[in-house]
């Protein structure tokens, strides 16, 4: 049973009011085909706020260690997150990946891999890259700009999909594509600020 529909509904009446959330830029969302929605990673609650202000259902890929949790483990799977084991090439999660972005679904990732303590853009890792090379599917890069303080303003920002074309022709490295995809980031976070 999908909770996702449900989940979105009861996060979304919650957190508006709470964080008075502002959208901006989801007319630049792909209204179809496959989408890797690439996101600073600020709070433990950036998932569920992507969630609920995409325009379309997201898959979050999401730390192994959380589907070990006894609530999580029941909740994760039936809101379209799949578990991906950190600091390896977890070949599983990557097939999973892959697939529903060739089957025309969005996959959501935090390029980071980790929250940022600070609140300023880390380093991306090369994940980011090979599916954006490998994916088959438009690059949305989105920013989460905090802090996530109630009755502050939370701002969630939607930017132009990245054309992965030239990168894809020449065949560029995961590493590069990460950096571009950063640095797209990097851009809505400091337009946005």
Do not use: Q, W
């Not at 009861?10 to 969302?29: A, M, Q």
């Not at 809101?79 to 996959?107: C, H, I, Q, Y």
């Amino acid at each position: 049973m999908n909770l996702y529909p449900l989940g979105k509904m009861l996060v979304s009446t919650i957190f508006f009011p709470l964080y008075r959330i502002k959208v901006i830029g989801k007319e630049n969302f792909p209204k179809e085909g496959g989408v890797l929605l690439c996101t600073n990673h600020i709070d433990n609650l950036d998932p569920p706020v992507v969630g609920i202000t995409c325009p379309r259902t997201v898959h979050f890929m999401a730390k192994e260690e959380l589907f070990n949790m006894p609530i999580l483990k029941t909740i994760l799977p039936k809101v379209n997150a799949f578990p991906v084991k950190r600091g390896m090439s977890d070949r599983e999660a990557l097939r999973t990946a892959l697939k529903l972005l060739r089957g025309g679904e969005v996959v959501g990732l935090f390029p980071e891999g980790t929250r940022s303590k600070t609140g300023e853009l880390g380093k991306g890792l090369s994940g980011a890259g090979f599916f954006a090379l490998k994916g088959d599917a438009a690059v949305v890069p989105c920013a989460i700009i905090g802090p996530y303080k109630p009755f502050k303003r939370l701002r969630v920002v939607y930017g132009k999909p990245i054309d992965m074309t030239p990168y894809r022709e020449r065949r560029a490295s995961a590493d590069e594509v990460t950096a571009v995809i950063m640095d797209e980031i990097r851009k809505l976070l400091e337009l946005n600020k």
